[in-house]
């Protein structure tokens, strides 16, 4: 039973705080970044099954995961008025070619760092966006002036 | 016709209408996470030992053990007996949070007898001859799934008259 009271407890702590830290973490994974999400992986295993070895422990933990993950899109899906606090939402950065500062550091985000996304995106200035938002996976969506 | 793409709406999206709560909530969840650091640092959940000791005419007793362990955590509990008057059957006697759900590793040096009650672990050494000091290392760890409070008291006896006790809780954090 404990396993599955940990497995619980590490997802609410984990959701938490993916939730609370933005989505610049998730949107932009440097190699740093990387390397971090394998050492939080470990630590949350030894966390979760602890001195454990068994499959049926290990079956036990992913299944909880598995079902609150479940859980937590099925809400979303039906009560809406959740889906912000649960999803995220969208966030405007740049609307008619002008940055919207103040989002922009909410999300602790550069200008250096949208002009990077836009590349990415064959855009050569954000002059030429009409809107970029940040969408609630952590990317950025761009959407280019009419000619 | 706006231009606006759908799904986005300003006031919500870009002005944050209705939405101070949540920057205020996820301020305040930082600044949860770094108490939790800080009280980390300053020992709150374990496992920096602590020395405590009593003492009576025939001698004393000092222990230095950790009184806030996790669980899985491997830890020592150094016990000094130091006699001041010969101590002719000298015992430490550990409560039982000591050994419930704790894995004891080693105790050394071993014990020339151990018997136990349905509430003590009792440990009895060799006579100890006035000024000399015996320490007693014990190699513990705690079971993962033993959570809570746990009076661990220890106590030092000669046979069965008690010389010093030392009064503890344990505290094991899951």
Known sequence: ?147 | MSDLPQGIDLPRHRDFEGKAAGQWLRHAFLLALAVFVIAALLNAFGARPQTQEAGAAAGTLKITAPERVRGGLLYQARLQIHADEAIGAPTLVFDKGWIEETTINTVQPEPAETTSDPRHLKLRYPPLAPDRTLDVYISLQANPNDVGTHDADVALYDADEEIASIDRTQVNFP
Request: without cysteine; negative net charge; glycine residues 6%.
């Open chain 1, 1 to 147: 039973m404990d396993i599955v009271i940990r497995a619980a407890v590490i997802f609410a702590f984990l959701f938490l705080l993916m939730r609370m830290l933005g989505r610049r973490e998730l949107g932009s994974m440097e190699p740093f970044d990387i390397i971090l999400l394998v050492v939080v992986g470990d630590l949350v295993q030894q966390g979760v099954t602890q001195s454990d070895y068994s499959v049926t422990g290990a079956l036990l933990a992913i299944s909880t995961i598995a079902l609150l993950t479940v859980l937590v899109s099925w809400t979303s899906l039906r009560v809406p008025r959740l889906r912000p606090v649960l999803a995220g939402e969208p966030i405007v950065l740049i609307e008619d070619g002008e940055v919207v500062e103040r989002n922009l550091r909410r999300q602790r985000l550069t200008v250096e760092e949208v002009e990077s996304e836009a590349r990415l995106e064959q855009i050569g200035s954000l002059a030429e966006v009409r809107w970029a938002i940040l969408e609630t996976n952590g990317r950025i969506s761009f959407v280019e002036k009419q000619a």
